[in-house]
């Protein structure tokens, strides 16, 4: 068991690039439905509910906590609440979903309701109050947020293909919101922030520099926290990620190494925690051996854990990574 004070300030230490110790090790996901206690509260509230109840927040964000000792928290929340700063109601129904559907006419009207998301920086203040480990916020990068805003990637083609300036308007007016958001979580308290554009992969290369990446450095640089940034094979654009660099399993981490001095996080595939347990070990281990003394690495998974995850092999992998020498 690493020092108290150590695992107090591993993350931020692995985001300064001073990290001397083992890697810290967090899960994408790391609270939500592969967790019984998690599933047991959900049978009594709705997703909204514990999205918007800062107790139920504060609550659910520390059970892997409790049961794992990972090095940081991840605020209970989801990428999506955000619409409701822009004056959608949001509820979930096999993903998130928004009402009423978005128009083109809509994108110029949107306004931002700056209070609609207070329950969660009460969340935060809670969160802070109970935990000893770094906290991470997050957010959605405005592309793949919108891509739920307009309910799937076909209607998001098809407002990209046939109207790309209202698009953009309607990713300004998202962003507008978002770096409000961000900025609202740091003073709320989180360490760090975590900033999701999970679809962004979907994106040629000069789409993604138009709808992608000037947001999230916009987002980036908005801030005096440090922030991460995921998305699925994200390895094209190592170079260019303004910030700390989450690699899914389809990403090398030792060749990202070689092309950035960034912080990097990764990338064990969520479908290994299926295996037996000496597949985990090992797998777990090669990532480590790739990573050795490495002071900017963040031990995680590739994605985010799936819900019929076996805890047996989260422990395992907990494990190994704090025993690594
Ligand atoms: O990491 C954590 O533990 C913090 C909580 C968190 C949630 N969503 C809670 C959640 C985080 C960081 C997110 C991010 C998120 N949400 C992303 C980006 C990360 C990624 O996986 O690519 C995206 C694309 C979403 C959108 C979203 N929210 C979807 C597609 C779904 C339904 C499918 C699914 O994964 O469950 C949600 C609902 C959601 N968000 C749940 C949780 C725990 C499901 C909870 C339930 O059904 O009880």
Same mark, same amino acid.
């Not at 891509?147 to 309910?151: E, F, K, R």
């Not at 698009?167 to 309607?170: D, E």
């Not at 961000?182 to 003073?187: G, L, P």
């Given at each position: 068991?690493?020092?108290?004070?150590?695992?107090?300030?591993s993350?931020?230490?692995a985001l300064s690039?001073?990290?001397q110790g083992p890697?810290?090790?967090?899960f994408m996901?790391?609270a939500?439905?592969?967790?019984?206690?998690?599933?047991?509260?959900?049978?009594?509230?709705?997703?909204?509910?514990?999205?918007f109840?800062?107790?139920? #927040?504060? &609550? $659910?964000t520390?059970m892997?906590l409790?049961?794992?000792?990972?090095?940081?928290?991840?605020? /209970? %929340?989801d990428i999506t609440?955000?619409?409701?700063?822009?004056?959608?109601?949001?509820?979930f129904?096999?993903?998130?979903k928004?009402?009423p559907?978005?128009?083109l006419?809509?994108?110029?009207v949107?306004s931002i309701d700056?209070e609609a998301?207070?329950?969660?920086?009460?969340a935060i203040?809670?969160?802070?109050?109970d935990?000893t480990v770094?906290?991470?916020?997050?957010?959605?990068a405005?592309?793949?947020?919108a891509?739920?805003?307009?309910?799937g990637?076909?209607n998001t083609?098809?407002?990209m293909?046939?109207h790309?300036?209202v698009?953009?308007?309607?990713l300004?007016?998202i962003?507008?919101?978002t770096?409000?958001y961000?900025?609202?979580?740091?003073?709320a308290?989180?360490? #760090?922030? &975590? $900033?999701f554009?999970?679809?962004?992969n979907?994106?040629?290369v000069e789409?993604?520099?138009? /709808? %992608?990446?000037?947001?999230?450095?916009?987002l980036?640089?908005?801030?005096s926290i440090p922030?991460?940034?995921?998305m699925?094979?994200?390895s094209p654009?190592?170079?260019?990620?303004?910030?700390a660099?989450s690699?899914?399993?389809n990403?090398?981490?030792?060749?990202?190494?070689?092309?950035?001095?960034k912080?990097?996080?990764?990338?064990?595939?969520p479908?290994?925690?299926?295996?037996?347990?000496s597949?985990?070990?090992q797998k777990?281990?090669?990532?480590?051996e790739?990573?050795r003394?490495?002071?900017?690495?963040?031990?995680?998974?590739?994605?985010?854990?799936?819900?019929q995850?076996p805890l047996?092999a989260?422990?395992c992998?907990?494990d190994?990574?704090?025993?690594f020498?």
């Open positions: 068991m690493p020092h108290a004070l150590e695992q107090r300030t993350l931020l230490q690039g001073a990290n890697p810290p090790i967090w996901r790391q939500g439905r592969y967790l019984p206690e998690y599933r047991a509260l959900r049978e009594k509230y709705s997703l909204h509910d514990l999205f109840t800062p107790e139920l #927040a504060a &609550q $659910i520390r892997p409790d049961r794992f000792h990972f090095d940081a928290a991840i605020l /209970f %929340s609440v955000v619409a409701k700063m822009l004056g959608f109601s949001l509820f129904a096999e993903g998130p928004v009402a559907a978005m128009t006419e809509r994108v110029d949107l700056e998301l207070n329950p969660i920086f009460e203040h809670l969160i802070q109050s935990i770094p906290l991470l916020g997050f957010c959605g405005p592309f793949t947020v891509s739920y805003l307009l309910g990637m076909e083609r098809l407002w293909k046939h790309p300036d698009f953009f308007r309607f300004q007016v962003q507008k919101a770096l409000i961000t900025k609202k979580q740091e003073e308290g989180v360490d #760090a922030l &975590q $900033i554009d999970s679809w962004a979907l994106l040629t789409e993604f520099e138009r /709808f %992608s990446l000037p947001f999230v450095k916009e980036s640089e908005s801030l922030t991460l940034f995921f699925r094979n994200g654009y190592i170079e260019k990620i303004p910030c660099i690699l899914d399993e990403g090398s981490l030792l060749q990202a190494r070689q092309r950035t001095k912080p990097l996080q990764g990338n064990l595939g479908d290994v925690l299926f295996e037996p347990l597949i985990v070990k777990t281990t090669e990532i480590l790739e990573m003394k490495d002071p900017a690495f963040i031990f995680n998974l590739g994605h985010g854990i799936k819900p995850t047996d989260v422990y992998v907990v190994v990574v704090k025993n020498l």
